[in-house]
């Protein structure tokens, strides 16, 4: 009780102030004088204006609470459209892929690329497949798209394929509509150039190109690229034919490697012939 009263003694002067504001507020409230009635009405009207500005204070804290719930939640959707794309465009790739091994009359082994250059003479690319796969040097590389290169290198685990990318790949080719032979090879940039095609024979932009059955290593009619240029210096025997690869390098991501085996009594036998010139 002391103590309560001790506590009420230091702050006496702010419970008279108090006690005189309620007395006053009581004596306006039943006073009936016009003056009065007046304040009364300009308080009221004080008092509104207060609680309306003091109401928008909440408002605005729960609407940047809301901004902040809604940016989140574009954050979010945003990811799942990304995840979605990307499973989209991976079933196309599958699906694409399945329709390849359907439709391939070789022996397929599935790879998916871990290593790639495409800014040096010779680019080449590792693969996640090796010798326990049956993987083995000269086995051709492809794509659902096309020819991709052949394989350099093997370890148990791993391989290393050259592109068609690269200034000491060749392969035989033709012209699928007129049937005219020429060697693939690749002197910079990202297109490759059909070798050895005389003037007089015919092709035209737009043509495809596909591997030919002249070749050691790869199979027959599998699809190269486009004709895009033709080109015919004076004084030279043959065309330059240019022509964009069907498979998109920069892109690759997954490949397949042809389980064939060389024929080795027919390469020993051209080695033989060419020997002796």
Avoid at 231 to 255: H, M, N, R, W, Y
Wanted: charged fraction near 25%; glycine fraction near 6%.
């Amino acid at each position: 009780m002391h103590r309560l009263l001790n506590i009420l003694a230091q702050f006496k002067e702010y419970g008279v102030v108090t006690l005189l504001i309620i007395i006053s507020l009581v004596l306006l409230s039943n006073n009936d004088n016009k003056q009065i009635r007046a304040i009364r009405s300009y308080t009221v009207g004080f008092i509104g204006v207060v609680q309306d500005v003091l109401s928008v204070i909440p408002n605005v804290i729960e609407l940047k609470r809301e901004n902040a719930v809604l940016r989140q939640l574009a954050v979010n959707l945003s990811d799942e459209v990304n995840r979605l794309r990307d499973a989209r465009l991976e079933n196309l790739r599958l699906r694409a892929t399945l329709g390849l091994k359907e439709q391939s009359r070789f022996k397929l082994v599935a790879a998916d690329v871990i290593g790639k250059s495409l800014h040096l003479l010779r680019n080449t690319m590792t693969v996640n497949v090796g010798e326990r796969d049956g993987i083995e040097i000269d086995m051709p590389i492809i794509s659902e798209s096309g020819l991709v290169g052949k394989v350099i290198a093997t370890s148990p685990k791993y391989a290393v394929g050259q592109l068609m990318l690269n200034k000491d790949f060749r392969a035989s080719a033709k012209v699928q509509r007129s049937r005219v032979d020429g060697i693939i090879v690749w002197d910079g940039g990202d297109y490759v150039k059909l070798k050895n095609v005389a003037k007089t024979l015919e092709t035209k932009e737009g043509d495809v190109v596909v591997t030919s059955e002249y070749s050691s290593v790869f199979p027959r009619d599998i699809k190269i690229g486009i004709i895009t240029q033709i080109t015919e210096k004076p004084g030279s025997l043959f065309k330059e034919i240019t022509i964009k690869p069907s498979v998109d390098f920069a892109a690759l991501e997954q490949v397949f490697i042809i389980l064939a085996v060389q024929d080795s009594e027919r390469i020993a036998l051209e080695k033989k012939v060419l020997a002796t010139y």
